[in-house]
Nanobody
Framework: QVQLVESGGGLVQAGGSLRLSCAASGRTFSVYTMAWFRQAPGKEREFVAA????????NYADSVKGRFTISRDNAKNTVYLQMSSLKPEDTAVYYCAVDITGTFINARVKNANAYDYWGQGTQVTVSS
């Protein structure tokens, strides 16, 4: 069992920045693939970014490339999402997810069904 707790969400003006954190329980965090997804009201959950266990591989949705950066600190069992140049369309609940297999294949990491555990979500609201 893995528990994930997100933090760092809030209200920010367009063009601003936020950093989300996701703290995970479990002794084998360092082998997990981690990801962020988001869900806006009335829309399906969508992939945002993923990072391999070693942090050598990352993958981003086209909509956030160049603006968001995913990173991790295995010593702290934490994954981060640095969000810059935020837009109103980034408004959503952001969820952290873990794939305990540690597999990192681009098509797989974008699929929500590949993930075994999810956090409760943190709200990000970007005002225009």
């Amino acid at each position: 069992q893995v528990q994930l707790v997100e933090s760092g969400g809030g209200l920010v003006q367009a063009g601003g920045s936020l950093r989300l954190s996701c703290a995970a329980s479990g002794r084998t965090f360092s082998v997990y693939t981690m990801a962020w997804f988001r869900q806006a009201p009335g829309k399906e959950r969508e992939f945002v970014a993923a990072i391999s266990w070693s942090a050598l591989n990352t993958n981003y949705a086209d909509s956030v490339k160049g603006r968001f950066t995913i990173s991790r600190d295995n010593a702290k069992n934490t994954v981060y999402l640095q969000m810059s140049s935020l837009k109103p369309e980034d408004t959503a609940v952001y969820y952290c997810a873990v794939d305990i297999t540690g597999t990192f294949i681009n098509a797989r990491v974008k699929n929500a069904n590949a993930y075994d555990y999810w956090g409760q979500g943190t709200q990000v609201t970007v005002s225009s």
